[in-house]
């Protein structure tokens, strides 16, 4: 009785500790660095944790212009402000990096478009005029008419054949945060994925888990 009630409790424990905006922005991090598409901008739990490092920042600096604390108090709030700017900068690198890696295919896809913020967007826009105008300059206009642009091979292509498309069908690793069965998948893959079982690791290809990924319930890793 008393084994099952603590783990009944750390069960409590676990699930009280993973709805916390830190797990869920290490959840988000992940998740956007290992999928092989952009995913959906979660505005509302980057803006809480905007105004959480803002709160801290202010804190920190005021302990620190005081000078009423000790030397390791003031260096640890240093060290504080510090982790405070690393973490803002990379809720900008995750998605930065998957939006250079498909610039050109996500300007052209209104899917992909609309999971960026309005700064990403704007970031994406001003990468692709730079970009553009760069190899228009050093490379394209050098070449015959025929050849000089950037998102097809030849004029005679008549699909954009140089523009990277993200790949869905990449096999990645992943973890079901609960028991899913072949309700949870896209019908279409019923046949390739039936069940999944709670936090066992599985090497599966991306396309059949992008819905339980996208309602939550399953991590990559």
């Known amino acids: 009785m008393a084994t099952e009630e603590s783990a009944s409790v750390m069960d409590d424990y676990e699930t009280?500790?993973?709805?916390?905006?830190?797990?869920?922005?290490?959840?988000?991090?992940?998740?956007?660095?290992?999928?092989?598409?952009?995913?959906?901008?979660?505005?509302?739990?980057?803006?809480?944790?905007?105004?959480?490092?803002?709160?801290?920042?202010?804190?920190?600096?005021?302990?620190?212009?005081?000078?009423?604390?000790?030397?390791?108090?003031?260096?640890?709030?240093?060290?504080?402000?510090?982790?405070?700017?690393?973490?803002?900068?990379?809720?900008?690198?995750g998605p930065g990096m998957q939006i250079e890696k498909y610039l050109f295919y996500v300007l052209k896809t209104d899917e992909y478009l609309n999971r960026l913020s309005k700064h990403e967007q704007m970031f994406a826009r001003r990468c692709t005029d730079d970009l553009g105008s760069h190899l228009d300059e050093t490379v394209l206009a050098k070449l015959p008419d025929n050849y000089q642009s950037i998102l097809k091979q030849s004029i005679t292509s008549e699909e954009d054949d140089m523009v990277p498309v993200p790949r869905l069908d990449t096999f990645v690793i992943c973890k079901a945060k609960q028991y899913l069965s072949g309700l949870d998948f896209e019908p279409e893959y019923s046949m390739e994925i039936t069940e999944m079982e709670r936090d066992l690791l599985t090497f599966v290809c991306y396309k059949f888990i992008k819905k339980p990924l996208e309602n939550g319930k399953i991590d990559l890793v």
């Open 16 to 93: 009280l500790i993973s709805t916390t905006d830190v797990e869920l922005l290490k959840r988000a991090w992940r998740n956007e660095k290992a999928a092989p598409e952009i995913l959906q901008f979660e505005s509302s739990l980057v803006q809480r944790i905007k105004e959480q490092i803002e709160l801290a920042d202010s804190i920190f600096a005021e302990i620190i212009s005081s000078g009423s604390t000790s030397e390791g108090s003031q260096f640890l709030c240093f060290v504080m402000l510090l982790f405070g700017d690393y973490v803002e900068f990379n809720l900008l690198v």
